[in-house]
């Protein structure tokens, strides 16, 4: 049964920190990406009146299409937007020791900044969207582009 007054939905715009790394699992004959996004918070002290910039860190898991999707066109510095779910998960490492992370689940991904920025010039056309309950949703079209005029610092909505 589902609890109606929940929700695990995570929006993340920000830069790509490491390449992603894509593993196959031949039993499932599934494809898995790992990659790591940063994001920034800016942060104003009025008493110093100095500003300062906080990195925050998160590790971005995606799977099937949507991991070779990340395999062929995300690169390190690459502004994207990843919708997703947080997931929590443990296991035991080679010591024995219980182990827990927290990861983000990624369903979309859509590439941001100047078209010419975008990786291996024009083998895209639109974003990416894993299909699910969410695709065609009005919130996060899956045949649109972010426009071209976006700015490092703006926000595509």
Not at 113 to 122: E, F, K, S, V
Not at 131 to 148: I, Q, R, V, Y
Request: glycine share 6%.
């Amino acid at each position: 049964m589902r609890d109606v007054n929940s929700l695990n939905k995570v929006i993340l715009i920000g830069r790509i920190g490491q390449r992603p790394e894509l593993r196959h699992f031949p039993q499932s004959d599934r494809a898995l990406a790992r990659f790591t996004l940063a994001t920034n918070e800016r942060s104003f002290n009025p008493q110093t009146s100095q500003a300062s910039i906080r990195t925050e860190w998160h590790s971005i898991v995606a799977w099937a299409k949507l991991a070779e999707f990340c395999d062929r066109f995300l690169e390190v510095g690459k502004q994207i937007l990843v919708e997703g779910k947080i997931r929590t998960r443990s296991w035991q490492d080679r010591d024995g020791n219980k182990r827990k992370t927290t990861e983000i689940e990624a369903f979309n991904i859509v590439l941001l900044g100047p078209r010419d920025a975008q990786p291996r010039g024009n083998e895209i056309d639109a974003p990416y969207r894993e299909p699910g309950p969410d695709a065609g949703s009005p919130d996060f079209p899956s045949d649109e582009e972010p426009p071209a005029s976006l700015g490092e610092d703006d926000v595509p909505f």
